[in-house]
Every structure is written in structure tokens, then in C-alpha cells.
């Protein structure tokens, strides 16, 4: 059942025995958890059914270190959250990047995969997956064609894995009518939460308070509650419930806000195929991607190159996943970016600084780039490829020092705005280099390809950020300031913010224990990306919901016990005025 915020006496009070805040990926996920469980459960959601200026601009904040864009085009605040705005890439994350290595520092999570492995299985239907499978020979055999065939890898250095491409389901259209016809579960929409209001000892939390943009306040009282809001979202939260605790919530021990993380990715090299090989879609993300050609069983996928855990530890360096990336007539113009960013806001994201009616100018100003690149990407003609390169992405080192903190400025709302410090280091650069470096060799070894190494990146001198400069907010967009960071060319981001209340036995390292509950706290969790202690080189979505999943089945046993018996002291819910 939904119900608009707006239209709630003031002062109302919502009372269930969970209560979760967010309705992205893993708020919709708990959603159908619980109604499934038969748990009496509310979901507050700051946006609607769809985009809105206002809602969008409570995301932004200010950047300091990398240049970075983390508000508008990759995050979205209405029902579905970032899932109304990913490209649908899946795979579990691997044993080791659940492990202790002890040349990452502060890397291991305190739990193991196989804690995950039945939660993966769960997530395959919900992101609408094919089977579980991640065996490479299963894939190839189903599909059986020239055009998607593994390459050679013989010298055990380099291996090859498969993902899979959900559509990509957007959970809020794709559950919203299970989630209009649920019975135990009421879906809050434009429901702003803006303070988490605790016990003298900020152990529990007895309500939280929640306002609209119209200036309605209500509250919402439970016995459990569940910060879902995303990965930089669940930090400002518990920053700004500082009414107690000054700090903030969780803060106790200052790890609310660092080892924050993204995911760098990198353009490099030349790479040059031999006959054979040309027409391989199965690693180029350009042919790959959501492509018929390259799907079986009811799926798309593809394929990447990763270095061997052992080759990892020989070097010293991080996970990190490369694949193909064909360039294509009009790459990198005016004109392709304005198709990127017509493509963008059509699924609600939004780019600062730019129109509909200009990007149309520029596409219209410039056919031939337009209709190269359009045509080149629609129907997959590889002989219209100009160039191939590595595209890389690399798990960035844990740093206490890359982190998220309050800035001065305050929203709409009264919460005061997110400053992201995004720091990469030197081990980050060496990774970079070392996957092109011992791929390319593998390439050639096995007359795959030739690949010309561009320079490497990791003897460069890379400054540290200056202290004090900001990527000022104008109008409420965040502007981005030039600075030189030392790379070859800025760092393309991902769009996964991550860390930052990260998983942890100890309460003086991580801000959550293994059940993802808040250190010294009884009745609140967290969920999603900022959970994560390390990230992996791989993508976020399917191991959030993993984590939800286990989340759920946890507070379901834990409210089934004879104390806690479910709805025993629930109070009539809150109905529109």
C-alpha cells in the first residue's frame, strides 16, 4: 500500500514493528522480504513515483580531493532509487575479496562468502537473472557461436569470468504493483527523514522524524529500524542525528563517514586483433552489453579478464577487472555525449548544466557524429569500429582518509549537506598498470591480439589533493573544479559509492557488526553499499541485495521469538488526512 506523506495530519504518528528508510534496491528488497515474512512493516521513501527538482536537489553536497560527481546522474531519490538509473551488471563478489590480505591493509570482511552463497541464489529472481551459474564453459557451450568464443589463457596469470545483465529491473516500476497490494507493508512516499531521535544513552532509537517538502512533520515509531538510503545517504544521516551523540549516531569511535569508496575506471592502450579474433563480442562492453547475440538461457552477459589471487599477491596489487572497449565513429564529440545524456535523463537522471532542447541542438548541429555513433551502438556493426583500448576497473584501497563529512551548507529540509572526499593512492595506480602490463603479454602469448602500452601512471607523481579546495555548489549543482590530480587524464568514476558505515567485529573500526547492526545499539541497521568494508572490483547491486536478503531472514527469526511477537503492540496506521 503507498501513501502520500503530504496528505497526513500533521503531527501523525506511524507506528510498525519495522521500519525501514529508503525504497531503493535494498529498501524494496526488505519491502518484499517482510511482507513475505507477514511483518508489519512501514518503508519511507523521500520521492515519489517519479523524478522531481526539488526532491533531486537534497542529493547534492560538495566535493573536495578527486574531482567527483556523486549527485546528479547517478543517484536517484524517488521509488526504485539507483536502480532507476544502473546499467544492469551482476556477478557475486569473488572469495577473495571477502578475505584478510595482508597486503591490503584494513581489507576482510567478518563474514565469508559462503555466508552469501544462498542470498545470491534469492537475488537471481528478484533482479530478474539467469540461472546460477558463473562457470565460463557453461556460458560458451550454450551459446556456441563465432562470435562469442573465450580466448586462450594459458600461463594461469590471467583468467576469465562471466557476469550476467539484469534488463536492468527497475525495482520501483517493476514491484510497484506487488508493493500497492501488500498487507503488511505501507510504502511512505515523499517522507523526508530528518532526525533519529534515541534514548538519553543513544542505545535505541525510539522514533525517527520525518518531514515533507510541503513543511508536513510526522513520526514514525517501530521496534526495529533500517537505514537503506544508499551509499552516501546513510552516512548523513547518522552525521546529522547528532542531537545526543554530537558526533552522530554510530560516531563514537569517529568511522562513521570513512573508508569511503568508488570504483576508478580507466581508458588505456591500443589494442589490435588478430583475424581471428575481431568479430569476439563476448569481452567488448560496446557488443556485449544487452545485446541478443550474446545471450542464452533467458540472459545477456559477458565476459572479463581478472588477474589470479595469486598473481594479486605476487604483486602486491588489488582486484581489479578489464574488459574491450571498441571506439566508435563520433566517440568522444559533442555529439556523443549529448546522445549519452538524452539517453541518461530518460530514465529520470539528470546532468547540470544541460537542457533537453540544447542536447537536441547539439545532435541535430552535428549529423554525421550523431548518426556514426547512434547507428554504430544500436545494431552492434563491427566493421564501423575505429580503435579498440583496456577498459579497467579497479577496487579501490580501504583508506580511513577518503571519507564523508558534513558540509556548512544546509538543504531545503534543514540537514546539512554531504562534503565527499574521494582519495585513490598509489597501490590504486600500480593495479592499473600491472593488469594492462601482464594481459597484454597473455594476449600476445596466445595470438589473441598485439596491444600497444600506453605509459604507465604509476611513476607519476600524483599531489595530494589541496586541503581547503572545494568543487563549490552554484544554484544547487555541484560544480566541478579543474584541478590537476596528477592522473593522465581525471579518473572516470562508477557511480557506486560505497564504505563509509562499513562492516566490522570491532566497534573502534567499523561503525555495523556481521548482522549489519549498529555498534552499541539495539535496535537500529544499516543496508546496502555503505556497508561494505572493502569493494571488490566488481559491481554493487547484487551483493546489496545478498546483504538484504540475510538481513531480513535475521529480523524475521529475531521478531518470531515470544517477546518480540509481531504486531502484539502495533497501533492502528497512519491513513491520510
Known amino acids: 500500500m503507498f501513501v502520500d506523506t503530504r496528505t497526513l495530519d500533521e503531527g501523525a504518528l506511524i507506528e510498525k514493528t519495522v521500519c525501514v528508510v529508503g525504497a531503493g534496491v535494498a529498501g524494496i528488497t526488505l519491502a518484499l522480504e517482510l511482507e513475505r515474512a507477514g511483518i508489519d512493516a512501514c518503508i519511507l521513501e523521500s520521492g515519489g513515483f517519479e523524478p522531481d527538482e526539488a526532491t533531486m536537489d537534497l542529493n547534492r553536497g560538495l566535493s573536495t580531493g578527486i574531482p567527483y560527481q556523486f549527485a546528479d546522474g547517478c543517484r536517484s531519490r524517488y521509488l526504485g532509487g539507483s536502480s532507476n538509473c544502473w546499467g544492469g551488471w551482476n556477478r557475486p563478489f569473488e572469495e577473495i575479496d571477502f578475505r584478510q590480505r595482508q597486503w591490503v591493509p584494513d581489507s576482510g570482511w567478518p563474514i565469508s562468502r559462503d555466508d552469501l552463497l544462498a542470498y545470491y541464489e534469492r537475488a537471481h529472481p528478484l533482479l530478474q537473472l539467469g540461472p546460477n551459474q558463473w562457470d565460463p564453459d557453461f556460458w560458451e557451450r550454450a551459446i556456441n557461436k563465432h562470435t562469442v568464443r573465450r580466448v586462450p589463457l594459458t600461463s594461469g596469470q590471467v583468467q576469465d569470468i562471466i557476469f550476467q545483465f539484469s534488463p536492468p529491473t527497475r525495482l520501483g516500476a517493476e514491484y510497484r504493483s506487488q508493493l500497492e497490494r501488500a498487507r503488511n ?120 579478464f581478472v588477474l589470479s589471487p595469486q598473481v594479486q599477491e605476487r604483486e602486491g596489487i588489488l582486484n581489479a577487472q578489464t574488459w574491450f572497449h571498441s571506439l566508435f565513429p563520433g566517440e568522444g564529440t559533442e555529439a556523443s555525449k549529448a546522445l549519452m545524456r538524452v539517453k541518461l535523463r530518460a530514465t529520470g537522471a539528470h546532468q547540470p548544466g544541460f537542457t533537453w532542447a540544447g542536447d537536441i541542438a547539439r545532435l541535430l548541429g552535428h549529423p554525421i557524429d550523431t548518426f556514426g555513433f547512434a547507428l554504430t551502438r544500436l545494431f552492434h556493426i563491427s566493421s564501423w569500429v575505429t580503435g579498440v583500448k583496456f577498459q579497467t576497473i579497479v577496487e579501490p584501497a580501504p583508506d580511513p582518509d577518503s571519507r564523508v563529512t558534513l558540509a556548512d551548507e544546509r538543504d531545503a529540509l534543514g540537514l546539512r549537506r554531504v562534503l565527499v572526499d574521494w ?3 598509489a597501490q590504486v595506480r600500480r593495479t592499473f598498470d600491472r593488469n594492462w602490463a601482464i594481459l597484454a603479454e597473455e594476449l600476445k602469448m596466445n595470438r589473441v591480439a598485439d596491444v600497444e602500452l600506453d605509459p604507465t601512471i604509476e611513476d607519476k607523481e600524483w599531489p595530494e589533493p589541496e586541503r581547503g579546495l572545494r568543487h563549490h555548489m552554484r544554484s544547487g549543482h555541484v560544480m566541478v573544479a579543474q584541478q590537476d590530480s596528477g592522473w593522465p587524464r581525471h579518473p572516470e568514476w562508477s557511480w557506486h559509492h560505497m564504505g563509509g558505515t562499513r562492516m566490522h567485529e ?53 521478531l518470531s521469538e515470544p517477546e518480540l511477537e509481531v504486531g502484539s503492540s502495533a497501533q492502528p496506521m497512519a491513513m491520510p488526512a
Open 185 to 304: 507493508v505501507q510504502v511512505f512516499l515523499h517522507a523526508n527523514v530528518v532526525d533519529i531521535e534515541t534514548d538519553p544513552a543513544a542505545t535505541t532509537v525510539t522514533r525517527l522524524k520525518v518531514r515533507t517538502l510541503s513543511g508536513r512533520t510526522v513520526w514514525a515509531k517501530a521496534k526495529q529500524f533500517i537505514l537503506a538510503a544508499g551509499g552516501i545517504e546513510n552516512i548523513r544521516l547518522l552525521l546529522n542525528a547528532n542531537s545526543v551523540q554530537t558526533a552522530g549516531l554510530g560516531n563514537g569511535h569517529d568511522q562513521v563517514g570513512r573508508f569511503y569508496l568508488e570504483h576508478p575506471r580507466l581508458l588505456s592502450g591500443k589494442v589490435r586483433f588478430r583475424k581471428e579474433w575481431v568479430d569476439n563480442m563476448l569481452y567488448d562492453c560496446r557488443f556485449h552489453a544487452l545485446n541478443p547475440s550474446v545471450s542464452a538461457h533467458g540472459v545477456s552477459f559477458g565476459g572479463h
Open 423 to 425: 582519495r585513490l593512492g
Open 506 to 558: 570491532s566497534p573502534r573500526d567499523g561503525v555495523v557488526d556481521r548482522d549489519l547492526k549498529v555498534h552499541g545499539m539495539s535496535n537500529l541497521h544499516l543496508t546496502g553499499s555503505s556497508v561494505f568494508p572493502t569493494a571488490a572490483a566488481n559491481f554493487p547491486t547484487m551483493t546489496i541485495t545478498a546483504l538484504t536478503c540475510r538481513l531480513a531472514d535475521r529480523l524475521a527469526k529475531q
